[in-house]
């Protein structure tokens, strides 16, 4: 009787273990990727009217920290955008201007952002080329 016990009780701990690995295993799969933070600097270390770095390639749902960093007031807008869409162009333009070192502004792509290329200037600094480019995936 008490092997007959034993011998439940082991079949039904591999039944649980099997069980309990495949939920984990499903639930590690169905989770969606973490959304990435990236920093985008205002103004060169080196001095230059630039973005650093000037291109940068994301997945929808990450976020753009721009950063004052020098040569400042500036910010960021979007011109262009797959499909020519004014007002996801707007929704990701941030027009306020940052003055002191350090300030920042975040950008997040919508979850369905459609992927291809979004062109962005500092809006003071766009007549010396003060651009930039994320390629969405």
């Known amino acids: 009787m008490m092997q007959f016990k034993s ?11 099997t069980i309990l690995l495949v939920v ?6 169905a989770s969606p990727a973490i959304a990435e ?13 630039m973005f650093d ?15 004052m960093n020098q040569l400042g007031p500036h910010n960021v807008v979007f011109e262009q955008t797959p499909g020519n869409d004014a007002e996801l162009a707007k929704s990701l333009s941030q027009e306020k201007l940052l003055f ?10 919508p979850a369905d952002a ?4 979004y062109s962005f200037y500092c809006q003071p600094h766009q007549g010396v080329r003060m651009i930039g480019e ?4």
């Open 37 to 49: 933070t990236y920093t985008v600097k205002m103004g060169t270390d080196r001095g230059r009217l």
């Open 134 to 137: 994320i390629t969405v995936e």
């Open 53 to 67: 770095p000037r291109t940068l390639t994301v997945k929808p749902g990450d976020t753009i920290e721009w950063v």
């Open 7 to 17: 011998s439940i009780l082991g079949k039904l701990g591999v039944l649980l273990s």
């Open 100 to 109: 002191a070192v350090g300030e920042s502004l975040t950008t997040t792509f």
């Open 24 to 29: 984990v295993s499903f639930t590690l799969s």
């Open 114 to 117: 459609p992927p291809g290329t």
